[in-house]
């Protein structure tokens, strides 16, 4: 006999109370660095840090969508991964038209500001992959958390090299470089968090289809 709660995903594990409180500590961070990338972004003419300082929103919105679905089937957790990768491709979309219009209008960063704010948010990502690194090997939706912490940590690097190319060169090009890196790491990280959802929803179809199929044979 099939439960009803199935029919909305009835995989519905213990939640692990250090990774929820995790991912407030997490949200919390993202919340307050996207707040400090996106005024140092717009003073200082840097793409880089611009698209970091979405990425930190993004990664706060993911994280909050994370903790009201944590305790929810696996139904509903693979569908809010889903929404999760489809969010980190369309913040590759944009950084690659921020780039093209940067590219277009001559935009040369100020290095100082690129080079503190990118460390400062190197610390913060670190700390937060830190912390979500042991919870990386679960569903969709724990690895599309994992996915947008380590990428976080890799851009921040990638923030602060760019600095110095700017600095060193006296172009933008090194900031605009890094930002397309961003975007393909997003791209990349988006697939990789759609495909894995698509296929647990699949699978969950499947499951579904089976148990309504013995159901009825038995009925």
């Excluded at 200082?44 to 930190?56: E, K, P, Q, R, T």
């Excluded at 990386?136 to 760019?162: F, T, Y």
């Excluded at 060193?168 to 900031?175: A, F, H, I, K, V």
């Amino acid at each position: 006999m099939s439960s009803r709660c199935c029919d909305s995903g009835c995989s519905t594990p213990a939640v692990n109370p250090a990774f929820r409180k995790a991912l407030w500590v997490a949200l919390a961070i993202n919340l307050l660095m996207f707040g400090v990338e996106i005024i140092s972004g717009l003073r200082s003419g840097s793409v880089s840090l611009l698209a970091d300082a979405i990425d930190f929103a993004g990664d706060a919105a993911n994280y909050g969508i994370t903790l009201v679905v944590l305790s929810m089937g696996l139904v509903w957790r693979s569908r809010a991964a889903l929404v999760k990768g489809v969010t980190m491709l369309a913040f590759g979309v944009f950084v690659l038209a921020r780039a093209g219009w940067s590219i277009y209008a001559d935009v040369v960063p100020e290095p100082l500001t690129m080079g503190i704010i990118g460390a400062l948010a190197l610390i913060a990502n670190v700390v937060v992959a830190l912390m979500l690194y042991a919870f990386r090997e679960g569903d969709s939706n724990m690895r599309s958390v994992w996915l947008c912490s380590r990428n976080d940590a890799i851009g921040n690097v990638a923030v602060m090299i760019a600095a110095a190319g700017v600095f060193g060169t006296g172009s933008g090009w090194p900031d605009l470089i890094v930002a397309l890196v961003m975007a393909g790491l997003a791209l990349s990280a988006g697939f990789s968090v759609v495909r894995q959802a698509r296929q647990e929803l699949t699978s969950h179809s499947a499951t579904q289809r089976s148990s309504a199929s013995a159901d009825s044979k038995a009925g």
